[in-house]
């Protein structure tokens, strides 16, 4: 087996620069989550037919399963 270590020299430069990328970063998330394309949470209804769908197609495969998604769907 073969083992490698490093260790990083932190300076005033490297810290500067690792501060600008975090602020980098927040910005880039902030401005993704303002342009979201993310699809709209189901209802009750959907996901309960979406459960019990899942629960169909794991019934002959994995029906414990497929039993604990029936059980999750009738709970909403």
Do not use: C
């Not at 949470?41 to 629960?55: D, F, I, K, S, V």
């Amino acid at each position: 087996m073969m083992y490698s270590t490093t260790f990083r020299q932190h300076s005033v430069t490297s810290r500067t620069l690792e501060a600008m990328a975090d602020a980098i970063a927040r910005g880039f998330v902030q401005l993704q989550s303002l342009f979201s394309l993310a699809p709209a949470a189901p209802t009750p209804a959907e996901a309960r037919a979406q459960l019990l769908q899942m629960a169909d197609a794991y019934e002959s495969s994995q029906p414990s399963y497929a039993a604990d998604l029936r059980a999750a769907a009738s709970r909403h």
